[in-house]
Nanobody
Framework: QVQVVESGGGLVQVGGSLRLSCAAS????????MGWFRQAPGKEREFVAA????????DYADSVKGRFTISRDNAKNTVSLQMTGLKSEDAAVYYC????????????????????WGQGTQVTVSS
């Protein structure tokens, strides 16, 4: 089973950019579909973005489409989330998630679909 660790969170101003990274270890990264979720205080964890194991298919929550980009580097066992045009409502703890996927080009958008989670990285957006 792939284990994941997030990094790259921090404080950014409204309209700014931030890049989150997720390093995977154990298991076989190339068989894992990956996702990013976030959870703000008092709210449920919500889907942000997902990428298939071959990187060819990506999904985004409507709230981040056009502003966030998910990518993966299977040679480096990493997944990244490039966030631009940050809004105050993007502030949350961001979690990287992984699951084994037999289909090469499938993404998973439900938290319940994933069985490996990182500890999260805080993103704070100041106005």
């Amino acid at each position: 089973q792939v284990q994941v660790v997030e990094s790259g969170g921090g404080l950014v101003q409204v309209g700014g950019s931030l890049r989150l990274s997720c390093a995977a270890s154990g298991g076989t990264f190339t068989t894992a579909a990956m996702g990013w979720f976030r959870q703000a205080p008092g709210k449920e964890r919500e889907f942000v973005a997902a990428i298939s194991r071959n990187g060819g298919v990506k999904d985004y929550a409507d709230s981040v489409k056009g502003r966030f980009t998910i990518s993966r580097d299977n040679a480096k066992n990493t997944v990244s989330l490039q966030m631009t045009g940050l809004k105050s409502e993007d502030a949350a703890v961001y979690y990287c998630a992984a699951r084994e996927s037999f289909p090469l080009a499938r993404t998973y958008t439900r938290a319940a679909d994933y069985n490996s989670w990182g500890q999260g990285t805080q993103v704070t957006v100041s106005s």
